[in-house]
């Protein structure tokens, strides 16, 4: 049976959890106190921090444990609840760990780690949905500006036109006034001119008598 780090164990000098990769593995010294690697490599003067027995850097040993089930699986756990918004490369890599860890092992078993993952994978799906449908948003906005664009010049060009057919009757107008002055002229000259005939045919004097 392998030796097992207990999640709770912790390197006696900086007092962090020993992790299963990288340098916050255990390491032990000759005189077989054990502590993780970044500590062993930075105490000065090299003596343990337990025991004061002198060491040599070069002969730590990185020890080969394991950790217990549990703490794989509070771990991918954690990962899991950690990364609903990482990157789509940590995404991935935590997928192949998941199945990786999941393969083999009954279906009704670690049930929070499945539902976690579950609500993982909707949510993911979601946020890939909500970009999509930013974009279309986008999309429609862009439209909308452009259209709101052309009924600007629309209205601009009817309002020019608008301004012009003004212009063209108050011509008009204009000119029908303009007509009925000439008219009621001609009309009063017209008329005077009659009377002028009338009073010249009756000044006129008769010749046969
Ligand atoms: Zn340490
Ligand atoms: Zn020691």
């Known amino acids: ?40 490599v930075t105490v000065e003067p090299t003596n343990c921090p337990l025991c ?26 954690q990962r899991v609840a950690l990364n609903f918004d990482a990157l789509p490369p940590t995404k991935a890599q935590l997928s192949i760990d998941l ?13 929070a780690l499945r539902k976690a993952w579950a609500a993982f994978q909707v949510y993911d799906t979601l946020s890939e949905r909500k970009a999509h ?12 500006a452009q259209r709101n664009e052309e009924n600007e010049y629309d209205r601009d060009t009817f309002k020019a036109v608008e301004s012009s057919l003004l212009a063209q009757v108050s011509q008009l107008t204009a000119y029908v006034l303009l007509l009925s002055v000439v008219s009621s002229l001609t009309c009063a000259v017209v008329s005077r001119l009659g009377r ?10 008769s010749d046969s008598s």
Not at 99 to 111: F, M, S, V
Not at 197 to 205: A, E, F, G
């Open 196 to 205: 002028l005939q009338i009073w010249r045919l009756k000044s006129t004097p």
């Open 52 to 77: 004061r027995k002198a060491f040599n850097r070069e002969r730590i040993k990185k020890l080969h444990v394991d950790r217990p089930e549990l703490d794989m699986e509070s771990d991918l756990l």
């Open 1 to 40: 049976m392998p030796l097992v780090v207990h999640p709770s164990s912790t390197c006696d000098v900086c007092l962090e959890s020993y992790a299963t990769e990288n340098d916050a593995h255990p390491h032990a010294i000759p005189c077989g106190h054990i502590f993780c690697r970044v500590c062993l």
């Open 133 to 144: 449908d930013k974009q279309k948003i986008k999309r429609f906005e862009r439209m909308l």
């Open 99 to 111: 199945g990786a860890w999941l393969a083999g092992r009954p279906e009704d078993d670690h049930i």
